[in-house]
């Protein structure tokens, strides 16, 4: 048998963690050889809605599930962690501007990135899903001086994922079919997906398969503004789907996705042209517990111009929040 891993997960009373915990508790993260020790971080308040949560994860008896702490800090919550996964954000309320709200979330990731850089596994991997999430990860990794940025990454899989489920439905053709999606840039309304790398069955191109009209007037704001549509439809936010994606994304990074392409935020490199040190999604492959960026790929002039706006948006939060990041 492993040797148990401990992941941390942040704002674990939450709604996207009651729809994590269990999956990854019975293995469909690490997989069904991967003994877990979940460390649960949540704000006092919160304490005993976690203790509800941990009953009932007592309650599944999962052979794989080896310890859960509980947490009311991340100092605590993050020792020893090998994955970390914050959920936990503050959200929007009534009358708050953006900058607040940056603001307010810069203030609980530079807390949590200190913990990480002090406390945690030092080959540590941490997944930012909490809002904005691609800022809140770049607060998070320039507060963790001591750790890689490439240990840091923003999600943008729902995003992914949801213009795979989408294309999918419209052109008929089975998911499992269907390769090198890409989403570029933030996890908001102004990312681009992208489907001009994407293949069918491994080199139909999509792109010769769809009408133009229906890629950039349909596709491309449904897919930016999916999460709206659900919080419309459901009255609450994504929490099922999210975790979903939350999961696909950890185990990708940790166990490889055989050459497929995925989209993660992550530490710029500089990479096609985008600013260096923003948190951008990039077409990523892993391998051996790492990601690299997909290199080489054409973008046309409507791709670089979309890429341009998302670019310009990361830009804009990064400098609402300079004043609060420490100096490289
Ligand atoms: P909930 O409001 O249900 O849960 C959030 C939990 O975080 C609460 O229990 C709260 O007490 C806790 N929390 C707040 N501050 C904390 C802190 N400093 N330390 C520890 N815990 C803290 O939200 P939920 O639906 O679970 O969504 C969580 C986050 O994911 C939100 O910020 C949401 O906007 C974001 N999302 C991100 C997505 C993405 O694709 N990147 C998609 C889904 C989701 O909208």
Known sequence: MKQPVRIAVTGAAGNISYALLFKIAAGEMLGSDQPVILQLVEIPQAMDRLHGVTMELEDCAFPLLHGVTLHDNPDSGFQGAHYAILLGARPRSRGMERADLLEANAAIFSA??????????????????????????????????????????????????????????????????????????????TMYPDLHHATIAGDQPVISMINDQWYKE???????????????????????????????????????????????????????????????????????????????????????????????????????????????
Not at 128 to 154: E, H, M, W
Not at 233 to 259: I, K, N, P, V, Y
Request: glycine residues 8%.
């Open 218 to 328: 349909e596709f491309i704001p449904r897919i930016q503004k999916r999460g709206s549509e659900i919080i419309e439809a459901r009255g609450q936010s994504s929490a099922a789907s999210a975790a979903q994606a939350a999961l696909a994304h950890m185990r990708d990074w940790a166990l490889g996705t055989d050459g497929k392409i995925v989209s993660m935020g992550v530490i710029s490199d500089g990479s096609y042209g985008v600013a260096k040190g923003i948190c951008y999604s990039f077409p990523c492959v892993c391998d051996f517990g790492a990601y690299q960026i997909v290199q080489g790929l054409d973008i046309n002039e409507y791709g670089q111009e979309k890429m341009k706006v998302t670019e310009a948006e990361l830009l804009e939060e990064k400098a609402a929040v300079e004043h609060l990041l420490p100096t490289e």
């Open 112 to 189: 949590q990135g200190r913990a990480l850089n002090k406390v945690a596994n030092p080959d540590v991997k941490a997944l930012v899903v909490g809002n904005p999430a691609n800022t809140n990860c770049l607060i998070l990794s320039r507060n963790a001086p001591d750790l890689s940025p490439s240990q840091f990454c923003a999600m943008t899989r729902l995003d992914h994922d949801r213009a795979r489920g989408l294309l999918s439905t419209q052109i008929e053709v089975s998911l499992a079919d269907i390769d090198n999606i890409i989403i570029w840039g933030n996890h908001s309304s």
